[in-house]
């Protein structure tokens, strides 16, 4: 350290007329420095004593708890960006189907029509070659999934997006984009959209069912499972109270929208009768006589995404609409010729 002194001050002399304050401040912070080094190595201590590593620990875990939640918006961010690129993909596709035979395609299977627009032209053959009621392989396709929604996989063909079935009760007919019953060869055209394709929903998010599930899968992800009410009523508003407040049973094995079906697509439906991210539910126990209880149930839109879900309208824009969006409002974009006012939050 006295070398160190000298070359110090080696390095800062000058002409004496200039440097005579600077000289004598370094002087004064070498023999500062000496005095501390000899104080240091009398005591025979070096390195950290155990309250700072303790502080320093302490630093670290308070930096990194600030930054996992930045990094882990971020990332949600960019899977909530490719679940709207998809929906976009989807609308496109509706577009260019619609351009070229002036209908929708909302019938059992209304992903397959679209498929050549989204680039499975070859896998529409495949599809097309199948004899009715057989069941295809199945393939995994990208657009059809929102990275947010993953997990568990229960068959090659799943889809994360949903075809709106309307705001009511689908017995008698659902009054959403696909009107009429499940197996329908009648079709939709924009201009049957009356309450504007701007103001009506076309496809939104469903999370994908889990068949056979745990009790501890349950717990944590109620909202991706189907939950039965304590009694069936006819009356929407009664059903989404008990499907919010008394569900009984989860439906461990229940046909459910957006699985495998014939053909190796999923076949798609949800609903506006209650809010995004509400429970599903079946309307049950069934009244003796009436339909099965996916008619007078609900496949509300989910995500995993923070406070809402994407939504592609009729007019191929995506919207995210909030959880906490008025019920009337939901059920108004929900429905194709309902004259109501869908006017947004």
């Not at 994360?160 to 689908?170: A, C, M, P, V």
């Not at 008698?172 to 309450?195: A, Q």
Request: hydrophobic letters at 35%; proline letters at 6%; glycine letters at 8%.
């Amino acid at each position: 350290m006295r070398l160190q002194t000298r070359v110090l001050w080696k390095r800062v002399r000058g002409p004496r007329s200039s440097c005579a304050v600077s000289i004598r401040l370094d002087r004064n912070f070498a023999a500062i420095v000496d005095s501390a080094f000899a104080q240091q190595a009398s005591s025979g201590k070096g390195g950290f004593t155990l309250v700072e590593l303790i502080v320093g620990l302490a630093l670290l875990a308070l930096l990194i708890s600030l930054i996992l939640p930045a990094v882990q918006m971020v990332r949600e961010r960019s899977r909530s960006f490719v679940c709207t690129s998809n929906l976009r993909q989807l609308g496109l596709a509706t577009q260019s189907y619609h351009a070229e035979f002036d209908c929708l395609p909302v019938g059992e299977q209304a992903y397959v029509p679209l498929l050549p627009y989204l680039g499975e032209e070859s896998y529409f053959n495949q599809i097309q070659g199948n004899d009715g009621g057989v069941f295809h392989p199945g393939k995994y396709l990208a657009v059809l999934n929102c990275p947010s929604d993953s997990g568990k996989r229960i068959s090659p063909v799943e889809a994360s997006y949903q075809l709106n079935e309307g705001s009511q009760f689908r017995d008698p007919v659902p009054n959403g984009i696909r009107e009429l019953k499940l197996y329908s060869t009648e079709f939709t055209r924009f201009r049957d959209i009356t309450d504007g394709l701007s103001q009506t929903a076309y496809f939104s998010e469903n999370l994908k069912r889990w068949f056979n599930p745990t009790q501890s899968e349950i717990d944590s992800l109620p909202r991706r499972f189907i939950w039965e009410t304590e009694q069936f009523t006819r009356n929407l508003d009664d059903f989404s109270k008990q499907c919010a407040n008394h569900r009984t049973i989860v439906w461990w094995n229940a046909y459910t929208y957006g699985q495998i079906q014939a053909k190796g697509i999923p076949s798609p439906g949800y609903d506006h009768l209650m809010t995004p991210n509400s429970y599903p539910c079946y309307n049950g126990p069934v009244e003796p006589g009436t339909s099965v209880w996916p008619e007078w149930g609900s496949q509300p839109a989910t995500s995993s995404h923070p406070g809402g879900v994407n939504v592609l309208m009729a007019d191929g824009s995506v919207r995210f609409h909030s959880d906490l969006i008025d019920v009337s409002v939901w059920r108004a974009l929900g429905s194709r010729n309902g004259n109501d006012n869908a006017a947004t939050e």
